[in-house]
């Protein structure tokens, strides 16, 4: 039942108020609450640890990295004793004690008078309720009670790998750069020298010989096998193969291949005598690599010239009278002058890449534009010419050209189509028996784009397959496209070139 209260009942709640306030202000100032600094206290608020928290407004709470512990060991007293805080003096730095990292509770005590854990939820720095001053209705403030949260364990830390191990950058000067390439050249020079021989070539005249020419070649195998060029001991009567070393045999031809331009000769040396010269693989050549030439230009024994591949796939002739092509040249820099015929052409490794042959000039030396037989082609004709004497080729049976962007609009074609077309059939050959055709009146002939399986996109492509994969009585298939523009593979039996 509600009682009107009296002036006198007032003045007395209100002086208890004031020593309430007194108290509480005393324990402050003598430095029995410890707090973070930077937990200052609302304003208008008062938290009593002897009696319920109400439940009706909340204050701000302490930021992420610190807690509040209250009361500590420091200012534990008894559990009825009221431990309150006013706006009017406001907890600073100065007035407080810094706390050591604590767990993420607060010591508190609940209405029993037993110490209870009060889990106080973390919130950003700048959501923190500071007092400003501000006068605010004086009444209880609560701090929310919330169920202690899971305890997360700490994502594992990942350090970063050790930097990988750096060689150190050893810096040259031009003069070792020049002097590590001379090097090369020179050990090149020294370990080949033995396998490079001059050939000179005597005709027989009225009561003995007399010299007709001379040029270069190599060692091929132990068994005294010299390699040069088929124009080199052409027509000759007499063969001198002649070392570094002054020791000269007389050579004897074993075999020839106008076609090819090589010839194989046979000396008598003593045992363990010859070095044979390494043989490399012009398929694995790129126009840039350093290329040298061993010979004997102008008479001029034992000369090295040094130069690049300039260029690969060329076609050059035979035989002066021969109408094939040899396939696959080599195109060097290299100074290759008269004399250097038959000679070894090397890579960088020691290694033969080619034969050199032939030359382009107008004066007759050297113009940069030189000429060496593909080693592959070697590779086929050489041991034949060792056994029988001769090598025989495969041929198709056509003449023709290659196919360009122009050629392909102007048969309408796509002008990406590459290949050989057939201008002419060989009367009997083996192309026309087995049914390609050749032009008739307005409609052009076949186009054949590929060999068992393998592109054809020149008439280069054509010579070299059938130098180096086919042999008479073979049989290839040839795909053609036929002058309506139909794909057609058509089964071709190789023969022997005529005349071989």
Not at 145 to 155: F, H, M, T
Request: with cysteine.
């Amino acid at each position: 039942m509600w009682r009107p209260v009296s002036r006198k009942s007032i003045l007395a709640y209100g002086v208890s108020a004031l020593l309430v306030i007194a108290i509480a202000c005393g324990g402050t100032a003598n430095g029995d609450a410890t707090v973070s600094p930077a937990q200052a206290q609302p304003s208008q608020t008062s938290i009593t640890a002897d009696q319920p928290v109400p439940d009706s407004t909340q204050v701000g709470l302490p930021a992420p990295s610190e807690q509040v512990t209250a009361p500590t060991t420091e200012t534990q007293q008894q559990a009825t004793e009221p431990v309150s805080a006013t706006a009017s003096e406001p907890i600073t730095p100065s007035d407080t004690k810094v706390v050591p990292s604590q767990p993420e509770t607060s010591e508190g005590v609940n209405q029993s008078g037993t110490p209870a854990t009060i889990q106080v939820p973390a919130i950003e720095p700048a959501q923190a309720v500071a007092p400003n001053g501000n006068s605010a209705p004086a009444s209880t403030m609560e701090v929310p009670v919330s169920p202690p949260s899971a305890q997360v364990d700490p994502a594992p830390v990942t350090l970063p790998a050790p930097p990988a191990q750096v060689a150190p950058v050893v810096e040259l000067d031009a003069a070792a750069i020049v002097a590590a390439q001379e090097k090369v050249f020179t050990d090149l020079y020294v370990a080949t020298l033995p396998s490079v021989v001059h050939i000179s070539v005597d005709r027989a005249v009225q009561g003995g010989f007399q010299p007709a020419g001379e040029g270069s070649g190599f060692v091929w195998d132990e068994s005294g096998v010299i390699v040069t060029n088929n124009h080199v001991v052409d027509g000759s009567d007499r063969v001198w193969v002649n070392f570094e070393d002054g020791n000269v045999f007389l050579a004897q031809i074993i075999g020839t291949d106008p076609d090819s331009d090589l010839a194989a000769l046979q000396i008598d040396a003593p045992a363990g005598y010859l070095t044979p010269v390494s043989l490399g693989d012009n398929d694995d050549l790129k126009v840039g690599q350093f290329t040298f030439a061993l010979g004997n230009p102008f008479g001029e024994t034992f000369t090295m010239t040094s130069g690049i591949v300039s260029a690969l796939g060329r076609t050059i002739t035979g035989a002066a009278n021969s109408p094939y092509k040899i396939p696959s040249a080599i195109q060097t820099d290299a100074p290759i002058n008269p004399g250097n015929s038959g000679g070894p052409l090397f890579n960088v490794h020691g290694e033969v890449i080619g034969i050199n042959s032939q030359i382009i000039s107008q004066s007759g030396a050297s113009a940069g534009i030189g000429f060496a037989i593909p080693i592959n082609i070697a590779k086929i004709v050489i041991p034949e010419l060792i056994a029988t004497g001769s090598h025989t080729y495969t041929y198709l049976g056509i003449s023709g050209g290659s196919v360009t962007s122009l050629v392909a609009e102007n048969t309408g074609l796509d002008r990406n189509t590459r290949g050989v077309i057939i201008s002419g059939l060989t009367a009997g050959g083996p192309a026309g028996k087995a049914g390609l055709r050749a032009p008739q009146g307005s409609t052009r002939g076949d186009i054949i784009t590929s060999i068992d399986g393998v592109s054809v996109r020149t008439i280069e492509d054509l010579i070299a397959y059938l130098a180096v994969n086919t042999k008479p009585g073979q049989t290839i298939v040839v795909e053609a496209i036929r002058a309506d523009g139909a794909t057609e593979d058509v089964d071709v039996l190789l023969e022997p070139r005529p005349g071989s």
